[in-house]
C-alpha cells in the first residue's frame, strides 16, 4: 500500500524571512517547502542558508515534511546549497528545473543519501519524466506550472487545456514509479473559488495535493484532497460487504447497486489509511 502520509497541502515559504518561517510552524500544513531559490533575491542567498538552517535546527515544524528548494546547480548558489540542506535534517532537497535523471545524480553527489524531490517544469521534463522517477533517491515531483507554460508559450485558461499533458505525463511517471507527485501553484490566491476548482481538478486527476504560494490557499486544499464523509463511508461499507461475501464464499459483493471488486477493496483501503493519518496528524 503507498504510504499514506498526507500531502494535500505544500507551502512555499521563503528561507529568508524569519517571520515567515516562525509563522509556519503553526499553521495546518501538510508540508512545507522552504525556498532558496525563486522567493529569495540574489543579495539575499546567502545569508538566507543560515536563516533556514537556524529555524530548522530550532525545530518546532511538528508532523509537517520539510522540503528545502535549492537554486539550480548551474547557478552561482546551487551546490553550496545543497552542501548545506544536507546537514539541516530535511525531509527531501528539492531540485528545480529537472530534464534528465543526470540532473538528480549531480544533485545526490552532494547530498547523499537524502532523499530528493524533482521540479517538473521544462518540456524536456515532461518527455524524460518517465526516467526522472526512475532514479533512486527520487521520492517525489512537484509540478511547476508556471515555468511549464512559459516554455510552452501557452495563454492561460482556467480548464488548464494546454498543460495537461505534460501534467499527464509526470503523473503516469510517478504513478508508476511510486511517486509522490504534487500539482502546481495557484497564482490568484485571493480568488477562492478558482483555487476550489483547480484543487478539484488536480484531485480527479490523482494528484496527491497542491503547491501553495499563501496560507489563505491552505484550508482549501486540505478540504479538496481529503477523502470525503462520503468517500469513507463508502469505503468502510465496501470492505464490510466484501469480506462477509469472502466469508460466506458465495455471490459477489455489490454497493448501492454496483459490484465490488478486489481493486475497489485496495482504494477503499487506501482511502481509509489516509483519512487515519490525516486525523492523526491533526491531533498532532
Not at 551546490?79 to 527531501?92: I, N, Y
Not at 518517465?130 to 495563454?155: C, F, S, W, Y
Not at 504513478?175 to 502546481?184: F, L, M
Request: hydrophobic letters at 45%; one cysteine or more; proline letters at 5%.
Amino acid at each position: 500500500m503507498p504510504d499514506a502520509r498526507p500531502l494535500r497541502s505544500v507551502l512555499y515559504i521563503p528561507g529568508s524571512r524569519p517571520r515567515a518561517l516562525e509563522k509556519a510552524r503553526g499553521l495546518p500544513v501538510d508540508a512545507i517547502i522552504f525556498d532558496l531559490e525563486d522567493a529569495v533575491a540574489a543579495d539575499e542567498k546567502v545569508a538566507a542558508r543560515a536563516t533556514l538552517a537556524a529555524a530548522l535546527a530550532e525545530g518546532g515544524y511538528g508532523a509537517r515534511m520539510k522540503i528545502v528548494r535549492i537554486n539550480g546547480l548551474d547557478t552561482p548558489w546551487g551546490a553550496e546549497d545543497a552542501q548545506a540542506v544536507r546537514d539541516m535534517g530535511v525531509d527531501a532537497v528539492l531540485l528545480p528545473k529537472v530534464s534528465a535523471p543526470a540532473d538528480l545524480d549531480a544533485l545526490a553527489a552532494l547530498t547523499g543519501d537524502v532523499p530528493l524531490w524533482a521540479m517538473m517544469e521544462t518540456p524536456l521534463g515532461m518527455l524524460n519524466a518517465p526516467q526522472i522517477a526512475t532514479h533512486r533517491l527520487l521520492q517525489g515531483m512537484v509540478m511547476g506550472t508556471n515555468d511549464l507554460a512559459k516554455e510552452l508559450q501557452t495563454r492561460f485558461r482556467p480548464d488548464r487545456e494546454p498543460l495537461l499533458t505534460g501534467l499527464g505525463l509526470c503523473l503516469l511517471a510517478a504513478k508508476a514509479h511510486g511517486c509522490a507527485i504534487i500539482d502546481g501553484v495557484y497564482n490568484a490566491f485571493k480568488d477562492t473559488a478558482g483555487l476550489e476548482i483547480e484543487c478539484t481538478q488536480g484531485r480527479d486527476m490523482g494528484f496527491d495535493g497542491k503547491t501553495l504560494i499563501h496560507p489563505a490557499q491552505i484550508d482549501i486544499a486540505n478540504t479538496a484532497f481529503s477523502p470525503s464523509e462520503d468517500e469513507i463511508d463508502l469505503a468502510r461499507r465496501q470492505i464490510a460487504a466484501f469480506e462477509e461475501v469472502e466469508a460466506s464464499g458465495q455471490g459477489v459483493a455489490v454497493v448501492d447497486g454496483r459490484i465490488v471488486e478486489n481493486l475497489h477493496i485496495v482504494t477503499a483501503r487506501e482511502t481509509l489509511a489516509k483519512a487515519g493519518a490525516i486525523a492523526s496528524m491533526m491531533e498532532g
